[in-house]
């Protein structure tokens, strides 16, 4: 079992990994040829990626630690899931729902909204 500040900084990584994913030139790619419904999941799940960092961040480790050691392994499948599915980007469908399935174990971390 890691330690929360593991955790955290695993989680840190794995975020800012996915923001790179999602503001690359292969994913805005996909996401330009997207229906409407689609191109504004997109948005909503890098805003939300973004105020999970900031949150992680500036946050005393204090403040989320049970959480974050309640929802391990919750986390780690949902990342290793969405990691799987930006490396492919063969579906803007299956990545939203990677992304959004990773936020969703995400929040009960961190507030998104």
Known sequence: MATPGEIRDQLLRDLRAT??????????????DAPK?????????LMKV???ILDLENQ???????ELQAN????????EKMK????????T???LEAVSGFLRVLARVVTLF
């Open 72 to 79: 391990e392994a919750e986390i780690a499948k949902s990342t």
């Open 19 to 32: 923001r790179t994913q999602l503001m690359s030139p292969a994913w805005l790619t996909k996401i330009r």
């Open 60 to 66: 005393a480790l204090a403040a989320f630690r049970d």
């Open 50 to 52: 973004q105020l999970a």
């Open 37 to 45: 419904p689609q191109k504004q999941a997109a948005g909503d799940n």
């Open 93 to 95: 469908a299956k990545i």
């Open 84 to 91: 799987s599915t930006l490396a492919r980007l063969e579906s």
